[in-house]
């Protein structure tokens, strides 16, 4: 059965009924200029698509989403602004510096589309959803706040060895003004101001990998101030000492945050998991009428709030198989909350 070709430029095309001959072909129409003003048409129609695609991508970020926007974008102003000058005046460290900040501005570039995409539906490729995209931007946080506390070490053995009438008071500015742009950062994302917390969700991981950032680099800023300050004092080899505790400083804000990041997207069991709610699950659906034996399966984690899990049921002959799933459905919801879990039924031979 053939079903009727729709014209999807009906204003640009004339209406001329087409017809199919026996090949199973369309006759080709002739040319006109109804054809270029399609052409002209679709080619005018970029700036506003593009203009439209903005703003449908804008309206996707909710609060938190467009408040990390705008301290990207205020971090990104101050550092071109950082760069000129330093480029300007012949100051390396300002380059470096300004460098080092676009660098975080890309990271932090990944939690804002991370964030943007985990409210999309799930499809054909990512049957499970967008959400764990949040978990793989926490955790890529996490390895540029263990790049700063490796580069700051670095930095600590390079001011350990170069002459101290050799360092520059010309950084106070600059980092008296990205502890100023850090601590706007920080006003931001005061939720998640603890190195400790539960998470309840993907998006409180991603938004506390944001918030240590923040913090990690405002430390940062604050102890190049305390170095030059110092140093002005006259206490040998200040830097250095500062440097090297920033960078542990830094380290520890680093590594809680690490290991639930990492637990989670190597599957390790739940932390909040308790090995004693499982087993009282398991209890209970083995005591269940025409349940032989009840095997332990895997669980873990898919994000922050959504637990996936199998396990295998072995049952007596002639018990009604969908009678034992919500059983054991019901048990693990009512002790674990809401979980994703796969049972296979099996009967006994």
């Known amino acids: ?39 002209t048409n679709s080619r005018s129609r970029i700036s506003p698509l593009f203009g439209e ?9 909710h609060g938190n989403g467009k408040r990390l926007f705008f301290f990207i974008l205020i971090n ?12 300007t005046v012949g100051q390396s460290a300002l380059v470096s510096d300004a460098f080092h900040l676009g660098f975080g501005c890309c990271v932090l570039s990944t939690s804002l589309v991370a964030n943007f995409y985990a409210r999309k539906s799930s499809d054909q ?28 070490c670095v930095e600590a053995l390079h ?37 400790h917390m539960t998470y309840r969700c993907p998006e409180d991981l991603n938004l ?9 680099d405002s430390v940062r800023s604050g102890g190049v101030i305390l170095s030059l300050w110092l140093l002005a004092l006259g206490v040998p080899q200040a830097e250095a000492l500062v440097q090297l505790l920033t960078a542990v400083i830094v380290f520890l804000l680093a590594v809680p945050l690490f290991n639930s990041a990492s637990r989670i997207l190597l599957q390790g069991t739940p932390e909040s998991l308790e090995c004693a709610a499982l087993r009282k699950c398991v209890r209970e659906a083995s005591a269940g009428e025409g349940v032989r034996e009840c095997s332990v399966g895997r669980f873990w984690a898919l994000h922050p709030g959504s637990l996936v899990g199998t396990m295998q049921v072995k049952v007596q002959q002639g018990v009604e198989e969908q009678r034992i799933l919500r059983h054991v459905h019901s048990i693990f919801e009512s002790n674990l909350g809401p979980t994703n879990l796969t049972v296979q039924v099996t009967k006994d031979t």
């Open 1 to 39: 059965m053939l079903l009727p070709i729709t014209n999807p430029y009906p204003s640009a095309i004339s209406h001329r009924a087409g017809t199919v001959n026996s090949g199973g072909t369309i006759p080709e129409e002739p040319f006109s200029a109804s054809h270029g003003e399609t052409h």
């Open 53 to 61: 695609g903005l703003l449908i991508y804008w309206h996707g970020i």
């Open 76 to 87: 990104f102003i101050y550092l071109s602004v950082e760069f000129v000058y330093g480029i």
């Open 125 to 152: 490729l990512y049957t499970y959803g967008y959400q764990r995209g949040e978990i793989l931007a926490a955790f890529t946080n996490v390895c540029f706040l263990f790049f700063m506390a490796f580069s700051l």
């Open 159 to 195: 001011s350990s060895i170069e002459p101290e009438d050799e360092h520059k008071h010309y950084l106070i500015p600059s980092a008296v003004a990205n502890l100023g742009v850090n601590l706007l950062g920080v006003v931001f994302f005061r939720k998640y101001a603890r190195v």
């Open 208 to 216: 506390h990998s944001i918030f240590l950032h923040v913090a990690a």
